[in-house]
């Protein structure tokens, strides 16, 4: 079955590490996105990829890094910098950067202490 | 950038309702999405549109271009329809590659 997989569902860290949240997607799709959610607040874009080896910063990219070494994978991390990293984090995945039609993953919750 | 408003931000219905689901958009785009979030999290697309209305099961949306305006509809409202609704726009108008998004209406349904 073609989808998008998240893992882990949960996740749990100390305040001043770094984590990465890891996405992959068997759709052969092109461009690839990281959302964060916040309660109350729409998704907003933290990064977002249109090709392998190739990636673009998103409305909130501060304290978060991403990396696209093949086509299937584009995790996430957050960083130590990230002054406010507890939230939902959703990655999604479409054809090409201009089909408006993502598919998106079931998320990974995060929680830093 | 677009901005997105949704109405209402919370919904109560008793099972069998009529439900009305509204969001504005400020720039002119070439095509809307209409997304459902389930209480676990996971996000499924419903309707890609770019006018007049479109019809999957008891689910209907419909978009007004002119007023930068479209409606999502359930009918015979079933407590399984209770979810989080977010519309997506284009991030600055028709041709922008980047979506943004609503703050979600949630809804709850009562059997």
């Known amino acids: 079955d073609g989808g998008i997989t998240q893992s882990p569902k949960y996740l749990f860290r100390k305040e001043g590490q770094n984590v990465t949240l890891s996405c992959e997607q068997n759709?052969?799709?092109?461009?690839m996105y990281w959302y964060r959610q916040d309660p109350g607040q729409g998704l907003r874009l933290i990064y977002y990829s249109q090709i392998v080896n190739d990636f673009q910063k998103g409305d909130i990219a501060e304290g978060y890094s991403v990396s696209r070494e093949k086509k299937e994978s584009f995790p996430l991390t957050v960083t130590s910098a990230q002054k406010n990293p507890t939230a939902f984090y959703l990655c999604a995945s479409t054809w090409t950067l201009g089909n408006y039609e993502q598919y998106f993953g079931p998320g990974t919750r995060l929680t830093v202490t | 950038k677009n901005e997105v408003e949704q109405s209402p931000q919370n919904l109560t219905a008793q099972e069998g309702e009529f439900i009305t689901i509204n969001c504005s958009y400020s720039?002119?785009?070439?095509?809307l999405h209409w997304l459902q979030q389930h209480p676990g999290g996971g996000i499924v697309s419903l309707f890609m549109?770019?006018?007049g209305k479109k019809k999957h099961g008891r689910l209907i949306a419909t978009i007004n271009i002119q007023e930068k305006h479209s409606s999502l509809h359930i009918t015979a409202s079933h407590p399984r329809d209770s979810a989080v609704y977010i519309c997506?726009?284009?991030?600055?108008?028709?041709?922008?590659?980047?979506?943004?998004f609503g703050k979600g209406t949630k809804l709850s349904v009562i059997p």
């Open positions: 997506a726009v284009p991030y600055s108008g028709a041709g922008s590659y980047q979506l943004t």
């Open positions: 549109l770019s006018s």
């Open positions: 720039v002119g785009i070439s095509a």
């Open positions: 759709l052969n799709h092109d461009a």
